[in-house]
Structures are given as C-alpha cells and as structure tokens.
C-alpha cells in the first residue's frame, strides 16, 4: 500500500511541477495584458462560485472519499451517478438565483453592478465546476494517478490556451471567462465518457443519496470555514479598496499558493481514500504509519519553500507581472 502511494505522489508530484510552470506562463499573460482591474474582476468569479460550492454540495466530497474507496465497480458507479444528478438538480434554483438578481450581487462583489454578466454565467460555472471535482474524485477513489493527472494538465492546456488566443485577439475579460467555461464543459464531457467507460452507467440511488448526506451535511460548516479562509479576505477588500487592490492580492495569493500546489496537493490528494481503504480493513497500524509519513514529508517540504519565497517573492513577482502587483510582496510569505 504504501509503495503504491508513493508511486502515486511521485506521478502527482510531477503533473504539479507542470501545472506551475503553466502558472509562470499563465500569471504574466493575465496580469500583464489584462492588468491589475481586470485581474481582480476574473478572480472575483472564482470567489462567488466558491461560496455557492458548499451550500450546493453539502459535504458530498468528503462522502464520496469516505465510503467509495475499495468498493466494487458497481457500487462505486452508482455512487458517483447519485451524486451526479443530485449536483445537477440543486444546482437549478442557484442558477436561477444568480440570474435574476445578477445586478446587486455583481454590486456587492465587484463593486459596480456593470459586472452582471459574470454573475450570471457563475451558476453555469458553478455547475461544470462541481461536476468536474467529482470527475477528479472518481480516479481518486479507484487510486488512479494517470486520470486524475490527465484531467488536470488538460484543463491547464486549455486554460492556457484560452488565455493565449484572447491575448492575441485583443480580447478582454468577458471572453476570457466564457471560453474558460466553455473549455472545462468540453472536458467535463470527455472525462464522463471515460468514467462511464470504465465503469459503466451508474443508477441514482437514494438510499445512497441520504447515507452521503447525513455524513456530509455536519461538515458544510467546515466548508464556509475554508470558503472564510479562502475569500473572506478579498471580499474586504471589494468593499473598502478597490478591484485593482483585489487583482494586486490575488495575484501574490496566487504566487504564495503555488507552494501548497506542488509541495502538498501531490501527497494529500489519495490521502482521503488510501486512509479510508486501510481503516476499513481495520489496519490502523498501516493508517498511523500513513498519517506519519504524509505529515512529516509535507513539513520538509513547505517549511523551507515558505522560507524561499519570502526571500525571492519581490523578483519573482517583477519577472511574472507588472510594477504595479510588486507592492503585494510582502505577503506572499504569509
């Protein structure tokens, strides 16, 4: 078990060194054509999708990861199948929500209501996101590395991609939005054909439905502590600075993030379903053993990279952005 993990995070490992090298290329594209502005509109998106995530999947992501792994293929499809169309059908009203009253929620969160159009696409994205977390969580659940790598470098190709084209084409930030959500819904449709081919075609099940709920409904308020953690900060801002300061805090929140991404999301991502498999199997021993080595390989890797980066973040940011973003550099370390 354990050699398999590691092998795991190994691959992971690698399709996150990727994905920053990706974040080199796509931070200056987007903080250098777009600015700081524009900057803080496309990261005030992603901020009111965060905050709907939890109230449309009450913990679903963590009864996934709780009760699949280790499951025969059956059960694991229509697991996934049950959360599928529950996320589908709850997401409806929240959409419609954001629709109709796109103008004062843009002047909350954007600062002027002339934003509406990126509230009302947020339910549609709302949706291909929450779709796609749980495409990632079906090769979490099974153990494969190769899918979940898979789906993340293609959404980083085509992300760049998007970003890329819209540059070239003098576009602004409005197509680049809606080309990014036209990208993650072709991959959505690309990864649930894969998953179906894996493992057939599931059937919704809703004694299933509520045995994931009742375990995930205690853990929604953890959600909108993270959601807090996470978004809080920058709603602040909305109200008492303006979008350029949001586009300048996003950007080093960003740069500060990249470390999480390439030094623990590699070691962390199979942890929920490898611990589930071996508390199942009664194998405490070998879940301690877990647990021991995953924290202490992730706190030999972040302490030292926090370190760097408060050293290096002021060139960094010079070399990825503009003049304008260097002022957020003291708190990239934090």
């Not at 009760?67 to 959409?95: H, Y």
């Not at 080309?179 to 449709?189: H, Q």
Request: glycine content about 10%.
């Amino acid at each position: 078990m354990s050699k398999r993990y590691f092998a795991n995070v190994r691959l992971l490992a690698g399709m996150q060194l990727v994905l920053q090298l990706k974040g080199l290329l796509f931070l200056p594209l987007l903080s250098k054509y777009f600015g700081a502005v524009n900057y803080g509109v496309w990261a005030q998106v992603s901020v009111v999708v965060a905050l709907l995530g939890p109230l449309v999947s009450p913990g679903l992501d963590s009864a996934v990861m709780r009760f699949l792994p280790g499951k025969d293929t059956r059960e694991v499809a229509n697991g996934f199948a049950t959360v599928f169309l529950f996320l589908i059908v709850a997401s409806v009203p929240v959409a419609a929500l954001l629709l109709i009253a796109d103008r004062p929620i843009a002047a909350a969160f954007f600062a002027t209501s002339e934003n509406s159009r990126f509230v009302a696409l947020s339910g549609a994205m709302l949706l291909v996101g929450l779709l796609l977390n749980q495409c990632r969580n079906y090769f979490r659940v099974i153990g494969s590395a190769k899918g979940y790598a898979a789906m993340a470098l293609i959404q980083a190709a085509s992300g760049l991609g998007v970003v890329a084209g819209v540059a070239i084409g003098h576009g602004g930030v409005w197509p680049l939005v809606l080309l990014t959500f036209f990208a993650d819904l072709a991959l959505l449709v690309g990864s649930a054909i894969a998953i179906v081919r894996g493992s057939g075609m599931g059937r919704p099940d809703r004694r299933l439905l509520v045995k994931y709920i009742r375990f995930g409904l205690p853990l929604v308020p953890a959600g909108y502590a993270m959601v807090a953690l996470n978004s809080s900060d920058r709603l602040f801002i909305a109200h008492y600075g303006t979008l350029a300061d949001i586009g300048v805090y996003s950007m080093v929140y960003s740069l500060g993030f990249m470390l999480i991404n390439l030094f623990f999301t590699p070691i962390w991502l199979m942890y929920p379903a490898q611990a589930s498999e071996l508390y199942e199997r009664g194998d405490l021993d070998g879940l301690r053993q877990l647990y021991r080595s995953v924290t202490n390989a992730a706190l030999a890797l972040l302490i030292p990279a926090t370190v760097g980066l408060a050293v290096f973040a002021r060139p960094v940011l010079r070399f990825v952005a503009t003049e304008e973003f260097v002022r957020g550099a003291p708190l990239a370390p934090l």
